[in-house]
T-cell receptor, first 116, second 110 residues
Framework: EPEVTQTPSHQVTQMGQEVILRCVPI?????FYWYRQILGQKVEFLVS????????KSEIFDDQFSVERPDGSNFTLKIRSTKLEDSAMYFC??????????????FGPGTRLLVL | RKEVEQDPGPFNVPEGATVAFNCTYS??????FFWYRQDCRKEPKLLMS???SGNEDGRFTAQLNRASQYISLLIRDSKLSDSATYLC???????????FGTGTRLQVFP
C-alpha cells in the first residue's frame, strides 16, 4: 500500500537555527498538508498546498514557516529560526483530489522536532 | 467552546467489553466527519468516515447526529490491540483542513 514518508524521524536543533522537514507524499496525490502535534496536545493544522501554492494556512503558520515542493516528489516545511515552542511532532499528509472534503488524508509517520 | 470536544478518558475496559466514545462539534456548517486512531507517538490513521445514516465496519460502529452536532464511536468485543487514542475529526466543507479533537484514550486490559 502506498504511503507518505517523512525524513528525518527525529531532529534536535538549537533555538534560532533553521530546520527543513521533508515529506514524500503518495505519488498520485495532488494536495499536501502539514500538521503539528505538541506533546500531549491535539493535532493542529498548519498549511495546505496545491498546484505549487499555499491554499490555506493557520495562525500558527507565521513568517518563520515556509513550504515548498522543490521537485516532483518532495514537499518540505522550513522553519527559519526555531523557537522552543516549535518543539512538536510534525506530520505531513496528502490526498488525491476529487471529492476533496470526503477523501481520506493520509498521514506520514511524522518528524519529532526538539528545539533546545 | 472548543471546535471539537471529546472526553479525554482514559477508558479502561476488559477484553470483550463494549465501549462508546462521544464527540461534539461546534460548527453546524461542518460537512465531513471521521474517526482516526493514534497509537502512542505515531501518526493518526483513519479508522472510519462517519455518515449521516451511520456506518459499521466489523466491530466498529459510527453514528452522526447533525441536529445535536454529536458523533459517536462504538467498539464491540474490545481487543487488546484496540488500545490507542481515538481522535474525532471534522472538516468544515469550505476548506480542506481537518480539525481534530484532543482524543479519547482507550486501554483494554486482559
Amino acid at each position: 500500500e502506498p504511503e507518505v514518508t517523512q525524513t528525518p524521524s527525529h531532529q534536535v536543533t538549537q533555538m534560532g537555527q533553521e530546520v527543513i522537514l521533508r515529506c514524500v507524499p503518495i505519488s498520485n496525490h495532488l494536495y499536501f498538508y502539514w500538521y503539528r502535534q505538541i506533546l500531549g496536545q491535539k493535532v493542529e493544522f498548519l498549511v495546505s498546498f496545491y498546484n505549487n501554492e499555499i491554499s490555506e494556512k493557520s495562525e500558527i503558520f507565521d513568517d518563520q514557516f515556509s513550504v515548498e515542493r522543490p521537485d516532483g516528489s518532495n514537499f518540505t516545511l522550513k522553519i527559519r529560526s526555531t523557537k522552543l515552542e516549535d518543539s512538536a511532532m510534525y506530520f505531513c499528509a496528502s490526498v488525491f483530489s476529487g471529492e476533496l472534503r470526503q477523501e481520506t488524508q493520509y498521514f506520514g509517520p511524522g518528524t519529532r522536532l526538539l528545539v533546545l | 467552546r472548543k471546535e471539537v470536544e471529546q472526553d479525554p478518558g482514559p477508558f479502561n475496559v476488559p477484553e470483550g467489553a463494549t465501549v462508546a466514545f462521544n464527540c461534539t462539534y461546534s460548527n453546524s456548517a461542518s460537512q465531513s466527519f471521521f474517526w482516526y486512531r493514534q497509537d502512542c507517538r505515531k501518526e493518526p490513521k483513519l479508522l472510519m468516515s462517519v455518515y449521516s445514516s451511520g456506518n459499521e465496519d466489523g466491530r466498529f460502529t459510527a453514528q452522526l447526529n447533525r441536529a445535536s452536532q454529536y458523533i459517536s464511536l462504538l467498539i464491540r468485543d474490545s481487543k487488546l490491540s484496540d488500545s490507542a487514542t481515538y481522535l474525532c475529526v471534522v472538516n468544515m466543507g469550505n476548506t480542506d483542513k481537518l480539525i481534530f479533537g484532543t482524543g479519547t484514550r482507550l486501554q483494554v486490559f486482559p
